[in-house]
């Protein structure tokens, strides 16, 4: 999914539930990089490679997505990269599950294997796979099955919302 965030648009970092830094957007670049003005306090060089949580504000909400800190040059800038596509979010349940295990998890609402796109202390985000005929309806309890690298759980959910995005994913909020 193509970015579409304008130019100096305010952007927040979340580190952690009492870190979140405001910046701005300096560029989108290719390869899923984008380059944001230092935040206040400062990014460190300690942070490179940290997973956080970017957030902007939109006209329906809230977007955000994952991003790993990948650089400071030399002139303040930092560079993201990119690892999931922008989607809904609520800060206040984010993140349950470390955003570093997310790429070693493996999600399946019944025989198909779906994507997780956030785990949190409100629910789950998942991407059925295209042409899904199981597709659940809003209400309806569902059972995932989540395998992890150590073990594997089902849980039940009720789905509260569902929407397809401009690449005509299915999107459902559990």
Not at 92 to 110: E, H, K
Not at 120 to 137: F, M, R, V, W, Y
Request: with cysteine.
């Amino acid at each position: 999914m193509e970015l579409s965030i304008p130019p100096k648009e305010e952007i927040f970092l979340r580190f952690d539930v009492r870190d979140i830094r405001k910046t701005r957007l300096q560029e989108i670049l290719p390869e899923n990089l984008i380059a944001l003005e230092q935040t206040r306090p400062p990014v460190e060089k300690a942070e490179i490679n940290r997973i956080v949580l970017l957030t902007y504000k939109v006209s329906a909400g809230r977007i955000g997505f994952e991003a790993r800190i990948q650089k400071i040059t030399a002139d303040y800038r930092v560079l993201l990269n990119r690892l999931n596509d922008p989607a809904p979010c609520d800060l206040r349940f984010w993140p349950r599950i470390r955003l570093d295990l997310l790429p070693s998890v493996r999600a399946f609402y019944g025989e198909s294997e779906v994507q997780v796109v956030d785990i949190s202390g409100g629910g789950t985000h998942i991407i059925l796979q295209k042409n899904d005929c199981n597709a659940p309806e809003i209400g309806q309890t569902v059972k995932l099955k989540f395998i992890f690298e150590k073990g594997e759980v089902t849980v039940a959910g009720k789905i509260l919302r569902q929407w397809r995005d401009s690449g005509k994913r299915d999107h459902v909020a559990i």
